[in-house]
């Protein structure tokens, strides 16, 4: 249903771009975003797209340095990633959902997953 790509190993400061593009349209595709989970660690937002008026919304830690955007012709979604950082590494999944406004963070109401790609930024 999704599928991810675009993960990499980056020095500190650097920049990837992931891809997320989604094989059909669905009903649920009102948000599309990205989550991530470093080792040890919960899974966590990071940013998420809403299609009907592309909106964006990001998690603190990466607000002015992450742009998520979409292609609504293509059904994908963009994580833009720049001055990356060490504590930026993690597992960054996909995901698609139709949580309510206020929900959007909540990756128990996203019903699709992409596979994992994991982004290494080293120091």
């Known amino acids: 249903q999704l599928q991810a790509s675009g993960g990499g190993l980056v020095q500190a400061g650097g920049s990837l771009r992931l891809s997320c593009a989604a094989s059909?349209?669905?009903?649920?595709?009102?948000?599309m975003g990205w989550f991530r989970q470093a080792p040890g660690k919960e899974r966590e937002f990071v940013a998420t797209?809403?299609?009907?008026?592309?909106?964006?919304y990001y998690a603190d830690s990466v607000k002015g340095r992450f742009t998520i955007s979409g292609d609504n012709a293509k059904d994908t979604v963009y994580l833009q990633m720049n001055s990356l950082k060490p504590e930026d590494t993690a597992v960054y999944y996909c995901a698609m959902g139709r949580p309510v406004l206020s929900q959007y963070h909540n990756s128990d109401l996203y019903n699709y997953w992409g596979q994992g790609t994991q982004v290494t930024v080293s120091s």
């Open positions: 059909e349209r669905t009903s649920s595709r009102r948000f």
């Open positions: 797209f809403r299609w009907d008026g592309c909106y964006s």
